[in-house]
């Protein structure tokens, strides 16, 4: 990191908070999927959120979420899974 210019720092900060902002933008737009999962039912369908495949349901709709966690299986065989997606960041395209 360049110290000594004022010039040459502020332009490397300024990249850094560029680079960090366009990071942040990606991950907010994969943090609005949810993923569920279900161990009694692989094949559950949930009215207005599609159905279970082979036990899992990727929903991004916020409405879709709302329907699942208010289906009277959820917390009973019907589990939210998290996601962790920082890994996501070192493959995206920059």
């Not at 990606?26 to 039912?41: D, H, P, V």
């Not at 899992?56 to 065989?77: M, N, P, T």
Request: with cysteine.
């Amino acid at each position: 990191m360049p110290y000594k210019d004022a010039e040459r720092r502020r332009a490397f900060d300024r990249g850094r908070k560029r680079r960090r902002r366009a990071d942040q933008k990606k991950m907010e737009a994969l943090a609005s999927i949810r993923l569920y999962y279900s161990s009694k039912f692989p094949c559950l369908y949930v009215n207005g959120a599609g159905g279970f495949i082979g036990g899992f349901l990727l929903v991004r709709d916020q409405a879709a979420q709302g329907r699942v966690e208010e289906h009277h299986e959820f917390g009973v065989s019907v589990f939210p899974v998290q996601l962790d997606l920082s890994c996501l960041l070192k493959i995206l395209p920059k």
